[in-house]
């Protein structure tokens, strides 16, 4: 079909543009319509992790510099704190850094360019909310968590990896950008 399409397009420039002159017009010619099939994309259920897992012992995972970096947002403390665990950082650079707790769940605090209007797109349940100063959007990617702030053309992305996707982690990933933000 799309083969066709192009041959027909070609043969027409072709026709139309072999008598090029002053008052020359193209001949009339109909595009044909054709109907795409309407469907949905499914989405992607909630699930939970389950309970008991294995968990990591402290200093098994290499880690990486908190003090540096985008790290120097929010600290390991802070982040063990508000997620109620101990955390390590295992990534950190001036645009990323990440939280990994016993039990693999990972907090990963980014910056990217863009605006809050393209990033609801990206969400299921998107609820706006306000972190300090900053207008944010928070909801559902790939069934976890996640929270964008924006300043300016740059957005702070707090995200939840391994998280279950719930209130309560919602508004530890507000706590985590409020912090955040305030250094930002």
Same mark, same amino acid.
């Given at each position: 079909?799309?083969?066709?399409?192009?041959?027909?397009?070609?043969?027409?420039?072709?026709?139309?543009?072999? /008598?090029?002159?002053?008052?020359?017009?193209?001949? =009339?010619? /109909?595009?044909?319509?054709?109907?795409? =099939?309407?469907?949905? #994309?499914?989405?992607?259920?909630?699930?939970?992790?389950?309970?008991?897992?294995?968990? !990591?012992?402290?200093?098994?995972?290499?880690?990486?510099?908190? %003090?540096?970096?985008?790290?120097?947002?929010?600290?390991? @403390?802070?982040?063990?704190?508000?997620?109620? %665990?101990?955390?390590?950082?295992?990534?950190?650079?001036?645009?990323?850094?990440?939280?990994?707790?016993?039990?693999?769940?990972? #907090? /990963?605090?980014?910056?990217?360019?863009?605006?809050?209007?393209?990033?609801?797109?990206?969400?299921?349940?998107?609820?706006?909310?306000?972190?300090?100063?900053? =207008?944010?959007? #928070?909801?559902?990617?790939?069934?976890?968590?996640?929270?964008?702030?924006?300043?300016?053309?740059?957005?702070?992305?707090?995200?939840? !990896?391994?998280?279950?996707?719930?209130? @309560? /982690?919602?508004?530890?990933?507000?706590? #985590?950008?409020?912090?955040?933000?305030?250094?930002?």
């Amino acid at each position: 079909m799309r083969r066709s399409l192009s041959l027909v397009i070609a043969g027409l420039l072709i026709a139309g543009c072999s /008598n090029v002159g002053p008052g020359a017009t193209l001949p =009339p010619f /109909n595009i044909p319509s054709f109907n795409i =099939p309407s469907f949905t #994309i499914p989405s992607i259920p909630p699930f939970e992790l389950p309970s008991g897992l294995p968990t !990591i012992p402290p200093g098994v995972l290499p880690s990486a510099d908190a %003090g540096s970096g985008l790290c120097t947002l929010a600290s390991p @403390a802070e982040v063990g704190a508000i997620m109620g %665990g101990a955390v390590t950082v295992t990534e950190s650079t001036t645009a990323s850094c990440s939280y990994i707790t016993a039990s693999f769940s990972t #907090i /990963n605090l980014r910056t990217e360019q863009g605006d809050l209007a393209t990033s609801r797109i990206l969400l299921t349940n998107a609820k706006d909310v306000t972190v300090g100063a900053y =207008p944010g959007v #928070i909801g559902s990617f790939l069934g976890g968590p996640i929270l964008y702030i924006q300043r300016g053309g740059d957005l702070l992305v707090v995200h939840g !990896i391994l998280v279950a996707d719930d209130e @309560a /982690n919602q508004a530890k990933l507000v706590q #985590i950008g409020q912090t955040a933000a305030a250094r930002w």
